[in-house]
């Protein structure tokens, strides 16, 4: 790109925007009096947790709002142009041709029965009105420049034939189509994993830096908004709190919103030096003032050990042929030994597919195992015994608004375990219900209302409190916290903790948020593809990665640093691999080798070398 | 091609099913057919003429012989011959169901035209007046049965306005206007309730589709109304409209007795019921047959429809 040509484009002016929504009771407003100008070649993050207005805002610039129960006054300009006073059929044109918006979801922002080729195609005829033919040589090179390998062959296949990470490539191919001068990025990233995550900032930065384009990001995420954006605006339920550059802030941040958001924001080596998991010091966003982190005890005894896993494998048949012969299986978990320890907290990290989830599934009996063994308590899980043993590990999954019966009241939601395995009377229920309500920190009186009146952290408090009533000494938290806004994240990890000094539980804490796992756990696991590559302390996986796998994984997560930028051209374009194989596969025999006491690591095999 | 193959393998497969369960009916009802046939005056039936008759059917001979028998005829589409009359089963169906299938091909066409462009615009104006009318008259149209509509149809037309005939069949190389005319007003009295069938899903899941994450994307894009109705809305839409559209016309396929009863239109479904009055058991398992072949066809048409609509299907 000459430098003229990016000097000729627009940026972005926003002033004085105020958004109202139309309700039963008349207009509520969700944007006060929002201003801030992006320049051409500059990156602005909006910053917020759900509710604060950011994706409302990012929308309003489109046009996309329902235009009949929506108010937006102010001004957004783009160049000379006044947005707002735009006609529909302008509005149109500049949607995709001027403005371009990538989105969250990637699985489900293509049209699943159009494919790919075509989806970009079809925004290049309608902005630039060339042919068929001449838009499809142009998606292909889109494709080429957002590296989606064999472009001009996957050009005619469908969104389901891509994983989630070429998705989300594919949705910037659209959105660069017709290299407009305001792109839109609305937390584009969130539902990527880590090292695809690396990718797509990457990516971005990237092409921001060929076509000179002004980019909006949206996300929650501090790391990712130090990763990329050289100013902020930080919102909270619909008003502006704070506005600077990224540097200014994240050094000298001043209203207490931003200090409690940036003080959740978990960081990758704060805890080094220490073997013991620790709270997050919590703000409160009135005072700004930070309640004191208490310092923990050690809850770890190694002399009991709660769960005992060996040798545990799962695989699944995903096609057959017609006479019943497997031809290709999901090694979904392979050969995986693992122990915990009363008190203790062992994580277990991963990508998509990694088998994390699986292997949590397997301990709690939800799964059968193809091969090895379950000990807990010093007893192996057999038909006879599982429903016995299932008392004593309980599971918290990730989504706090799937996971309750909408038709259950709190209370009975949180005795339905009692009831299911008849262990207290009708009367007893209502006070172990009121008595677990208070150990979460909630009030005992919410037990007759429903799960549709609380919040997302609320919810997963109740969901905490239903694993509580079987009084478990194992608890698989799958998850658990990943769904949560950052300040909210951080009180549920903080409830988890208390728990563990109070009850000694053990946690199998799954996740595939290192900064969170850096927090909370005593040990590490890292699986790939259904196995162990790395386990031990938490301080030596750490400090001390030796699997390529695991440094990979370490290297991807976004530092909350402005002043610690990566070195983008480290970030390679792998995809993640999938474990399935072949019917006739046959796992290699691995070896793990002692790196420090108790850190095993697995030799890496001939696909790490490098 | 290799998701259609198996389908199509698992409709022969199928069709051989019924084919088998149809001959072993037969023999399954309880009592001796042919004794059931000849009894329906009270008095016990005359041996001989028993005999006779059971010879005539093959009923006397052993019956894998008999299997064999029949699954011969059926390849060479010989269906047996009525017990009424002594014509051919096969050439009687040869010459009703074509004027079955173009009754419930009219009808089709007209629900479709009809329901699909309404459900759509119901769907993208909710709330609003034609919205609310459509719905009133659909839910009227699906509950009134064919035959009121039908005579409604016959008063209307033909006595009142005298722009049709009442009923009555012509062929149409014999006179391809009346035979036109004839066939619109049968095809009306289905295709209005099954149009009113078609609205309701067609509305419904298009409101389904329409928050959609990828519809917001199409709109981002800045594409036109047109486009994103045709490409991104009706495509997805359109997927549980031909499940149940298929459901419907299958079962027209037998069930479009009282419509030709109304309108003196002698298809297959009249064949079926005066078949089954008459205790005729090659007419019945014929027609039966052709039916359920049919049927399966049908279904073998929406899956490759299926597949054509939505990728994820071919497998």
New interface residues.
Partial sequence: MSISETATKPGLSISDLNISFRNKDGWTSVVRSLGFDIAPGETVAIVGESGSGKSVTALSLLGLLPQQSTRIEGSIRLGDKELLSLSPKDLKALRGNEIAMIFQEPMTSLNPTMCIGEQIAESIIAHRGISKSEAKVEAIRLMEKVHIPSAARRYSEYPHQFSGGMRQRVMIAIALACKPALLIADEPTTALDVTIQAQVLNLIKELQEEEGMAVLFITHDMGVVAEVADRMVVMYRGDVVEEGTTTEIFANARHPYTKALLSAVPQLGSMSGSSDPQPFAIYDINTGLAAEASVLKSTVDTSEILLDVKDLSVRFPVQQTIFGKVTARVHAVENVSLTLARGETLAIVGESGSGKSTTGKLITGLLHPTAGKVEICGKPMRQDTRQSLSRSVQMIFQDPFASLNPRLTVGRAITEPLRIHKLASEKEQDEIAASLLTRVGLSPEIAKRYPHEFSGGQRQRICVARTLALKPSVIIADEAVSALDVSVKAQVVNLLLELQQEMQLGFIFISHDMAVVERISHRVAVMYLGEIVEIGPRAAIFSNPVHPYTRRLIEAVPVPDPSRRRDRHKITDSEIRSPVRPGDYVPPARTYREVSPGHLVQDAGPEWAA | MFWFLRRGIASLIMLWVIVTLVFMSIHFVPGDPVELLLSQDGGSADPATVQMIREDLGLNRPIVEQYVEKLKGLASFDLGRSMVDDSSVSAEIARRLPRTLELIGLAALISLVIGVPAGIYAALHTGRSFDRAASYVAGFAQGIPVFVLGTLLILVFSQMLKLTPAGGFVAFSQAPGRHMMLLLMPSLSIGIGLAAIVFRITRASTLEVLP???V?????????DR?IVL??IL??ALIPVITIFALQIGSLLGGTVLVEYVFNWPGLSGMLVSGVNARDYPTVTGVILVISALFIGLNFLVDVLYGL????VRK
């Fill in positions: 959609l994450d990828y917001r994307t199409a709109r981002a894009k800045g594409l036109g486009r490409h991104h495509r997805n609509t939505d990728p994820r």
